[in-house]
Each structure stands twice: as structure tokens, then as C-alpha cells.
């Protein structure tokens, strides 16, 4: 199974970009797929995660309302459609896949090699 994270780079503050999460190897019906992040000097942290099988999505507080995470069955593509971007925002993006319907990383058993993000304020 390998996941390959894309569409990281730099953008100013209140702008937009779209993460892309390519799935290759397997079917993931049954799975959950998720945006991880981690920034300098902290730990990875939950972003958003969706079920592959029905849709339905959680997000983190801190990202509620600006952040979507939607799924290309077809492509076998998990997308994080980020607005309105913050310097806090700022880190390496990994997307993971796990067949447990969790936010912790360490239940997550595979991993894309992360995209970074940079927001200038």
C-alpha cells in the first residue's frame, strides 16, 4: 500500500490550497482516511479524517469551518481543501489510512511522506 501526498507550498495568509492524497495497492472500503500535521517543534496532530465507506468526516477544532475533507472514489484520492489559512497552519501535512475509527496517529498504519505547507503572514 503507498500513499502519496501532493499540493503543499507557500501562500499568504487568508488564501487557499488543495491537498491531495493518491492511494495505491488496495481498496479501501472499510477504511479510515486522514490529514495528519506536524509543526515545528510539536507533535503530529489530527487535522480531519474521513470514512471511505459512507463519507462522514470529522475535523479538528482547530481547523472547523476552513478546512474539508472529501474523497474521489474513482481516483482512489482523499483530498483537504484548505481556506483561509493561517500562519498557524504552517507544517508538513502527512495523510495515513487505518481500519480503526480514530484521531491517533499511532493507530494509523500506513502513511504518505508528507507535503509542506507554508503560510506567510
Known amino acids: 500500500v503507498q500513499l502519496q501526498a501532493s499540493g503543499g507550498g507557500l501562500v499568504q495568509a487568508g488564501g487557499s490550497l488543495r491537498l491531495s492524497c493518491a492511494a495505491s495497492g488496495r481498496t479501501f472500503a472499510g477504511y479510515i482516511l486522514a490529514w495528519f500535521r506536524r509543526a515545528p517543534g510539536k507533535e503530529r496532530e489530527f487535522v480531519s479524517r474521513?470514512?471511505?465507506?459512507?463519507?462522514?468526516?470529522l475535523d479538528a477544532d482547530s481547523v472547523e469551518g476552513r478546512f474539508t475533507i472529501s474523497r474521489d472514489i474513482a481516483k482512489n484520492t482523499v483530498y483537504l481543501q484548505m481556506n483561509s489559512l493561517k500562519p498557524e497552519d504552517t507544517a508538513v501535512y502527512y495523510c495515513?489510512?487505518?481500519?480503526?475509527?480514530?484521531?491517533?496517529?499511532?493507530?494509523?498504519?500506513?502513511w504518505g511522506q508528507g507535503t509542506l505547507v507554508t503560510v506567510s503572514s
Open positions: 474521513i470514512s471511505w465507506s459512507d463519507g462522514s468526516t
Open positions: 495515513g489510512a487505518t481500519g480503526i475509527l480514530t484521531t491517533i496517529p499511532t493507530m494509523y498504519n500506513y
